[in-house]
């Protein structure tokens, strides 16, 4: 089993920054991959960005690409993204997942364990 929280959403403007936060805890944190997805009103989940076990491995949608960063901290047993240069489509639910079973990265259906999300709105 493995239990995530997410944080560090909020209301902010277009250009502003937000990094999300996705605090781990259960199977050892450093033996799995980490994936972000984001949900939007009467939209699909969509995959955001993804990061290896290690973190040696990053995959972004072309959407983010440039301006969103994942990392990890295994030692904190967290994952991370940071986002900047946000615009009003990036407002979404944004929910981390922990894959098990290296399935590829960007598919919703590789993702074994998911939080409960945390909403970011961008102002225009």
């Known amino acids: 089993q493995v239990q995530l929280v997410e944080s560090g959403g909020g209301l902010v403007q277009a250009g502003d920054s937000l990094r999300l936060s996705c605090a781990a805890s259960g199977r050892t944190f450093s033996s799995y991959a980490m994936g972000w997805f984001r949900q939007a009103p009467g939209k699909e989940r969509e995959f955001v960005a993804a990061i290896s076990w290690n973190g040696g491995s990053t995959y972004y949608s072309n959407s983010v690409k440039g301006r969103f960063t994942i990392s990890r901290d295994n030692a904190k047993n967290t994952v991370y993204l940071q986002m900047n240069s946000l615009k009003p489509e990036d407002t979404a639910v944004y929910y981390c997942?922990?894959?098990?079973?290296?399935?590829?990265?960007?598919?919703?259906?590789?993702?074994?364990?998911w939080g409960q999300g945390t909403q970011v709105t961008v102002s225009s």
């Open positions: 997942a922990a894959d098990l079973g290296l399935g590829p990265p960007g598919e919703l259906d590789s993702y074994d364990y």
